[in-house]
């Protein structure tokens, strides 16, 4: 079966880092692009990361540059999202989700999500 | 940054109806665009990407239109299972924006 599932959310402290892992299975992830989405709380749907395929190119939200980093362990299968310097309002249930065909970032798989609270 | 908007926030609407959903870019992206729906308790799932191109598995109810800033999602005849909110997201550069969201409810 054709999935993703996020893994590595949790409660952590402003100023605390997490790590988020996505890992595919069903296909080969190293050959698309893959992206990272989130929702907060009573808000809609925000892009926050990118990669290309291979993980030539990574791209960020103006709001987590600097702090978060994306990649991928392609010999893994595992799309990553390390974040760091969080503050709350980075809570939000963070989606992965591939690329349709490398490099076009229309989303066709996701995953159910992980969630992430910051709170004191 | 390009800012995409939707027009309505809301309709209500019946089984058999058409409904057809805006969605508007700040600046031009092509064809760029995608539609996805999404129900209560579930991810995102694309219909539409290209402005117009349908996802494999995607009833042929549904269809996308527009390029430059406008664009249109239309269901040409609402089913149960249609009921959701729709999103729209352009993928002509970063950072990648989504629409507000349509929710489609049952009037």
């Known amino acids: 079966e054709v999935q993703l599932l996020e893994s590595g959310g949790g409660l952590v402290q402003p100023g605390g880092s997490l790590r988020l892992s996505c890992a595919a299975s069903?296909?080969?992830?190293?050959?698309?692009?893959m992206t990272w989405v989130r929702q907060a709380p009573g808000k809609g749907l925000e892009w926050v990361s990118a990669?290309?395929?291979?993980?030539?190119?990574?791209y960020y939200a103006e709001s987590v540059r600097g702090r978060f980093t994306i990649s991928r362990d392609d010999a893994q299968n595992t799309l990553h999202l390390q974040l760091n310097s969080l503050t709350a309002e980075d809570t939000a249930i963070y989606y992965c989700?591939?690329?349709?065909?490398?490099?076009?970032?229309?989303?066709?798989?996701w995953g159910k999500g992980t969630t992430v609270t910051v709170s004191s | 940054d390009i800012q995409m908007t939707q027009s309505p926030s809301s309709v209500s609407a019946s089984v058999g109806d058409r409904v057809t959903i805006t969605c508007r870019a700040s600046?031009?992206?092509?064809?760029?665009l995608a539609w996805y729906q999404r129900k209560p308790g579930e991810v995102p799932k694309l219909l539409i990407y290209?402005?117009?191109s349908l996802q494999g598995g995607v009833p042929s109810r549904f269809s996308g239109s527009g390029s430059g800033t406008d664009f249109t999602l239309t269901i040409s005849s609402l089913q149960p299972e249609d009921f959701a909110t729709y999103y729209c997201?352009?993928?002509?550069?970063?950072?990648?924006?989504f629409g507000p969201g349509t929710k489609v409810d049952i009037k």
């Open positions: 989700a591939k690329d349709r065909a490398d490099g076009s970032y229309y989303m066709d798989l």
């Open positions: 069903g296909f080969t992830s190293s050959t698309y692009a």
């Open positions: 990669i290309s395929g291979r993980g030539a190119a990574t």
């Open positions: 600046q031009g992206i092509s064809s760029y």
């Open positions: 290209g402005g117009s």
């Open positions: 997201q352009q993928a002509n550069s970063f950072p990648l924006t």
